[in-house]
C-alpha cells in the first residue's frame, strides 16, 4: 500500500520533534512546537540561566521589544 501521506508534508514534519509513529493534528491552540523556535527559545533560556540578572535586570525590555516586532 503506497504511503497515504504526500510527500510535500515530509518536509514539514521534520520542522517538529514529534516522533515518528505519532500524526499530530492539533498544531492551533497547543501543540508541537517547530524546531526553530524550539531552539531559538532553548538558546534564549541558556542566555537566563548563565547570566539572570544581565538577561532579567538589564535586557529584557529590549528582548521583549524585539519578541513583540
Same mark, same amino acid.
Given at each position: 500500500?503506497?504511503? !497515504?501521506?504526500? *510527500?510535500?508534508? $515530509?518536509?514539514?514534519?521534520? %520542522? #517538529? %520533534? %514529534?516522533?515518528?509513529?505519532?500524526? @499530530? +493534528?492539533?498544531? $492551533? *491552540?497547543?501543540?508541537?512546537?517547530?524546531?526553530?523556535? @524550539?531552539?531559538? #527559545?532553548? !538558546? &534564549?533560556? &541558556?542566555? +537566563?540561566? !548563565?547570566?539572570?540578572?544581565? @538577561? +532579567?535586570?538589564? &535586557? #529584557?525590555?529590549? %528582548?521583549?521589544?524585539? !519578541? &513583540?516586532?
Amino acid at each position: 500500500m503506497k504511503d !497515504a501521506q504526500p *510527500s510535500r508534508h $515530509g518536509s514539514y514534519r521534520k %520542522l #517538529f %520533534l %514529534l516522533r515518528d509513529d505519532v500524526i @499530530f +493534528l492539533n498544531h $492551533g *491552540s497547543f501543540g508541537a512546537c517547530p524546531r526553530p523556535v @524550539f531552539e531559538h #527559545f532553548q !538558546a &534564549r533560556q &541558556r542566555e +537566563l540561566e !548563565a547570566e539572570p540578572v544581565e @538577561f +532579567l535586570g538589564r &535586557r #529584557f525590555t529590549q %528582548l521583549m521589544n524585539e !519578541a &513583540r516586532r
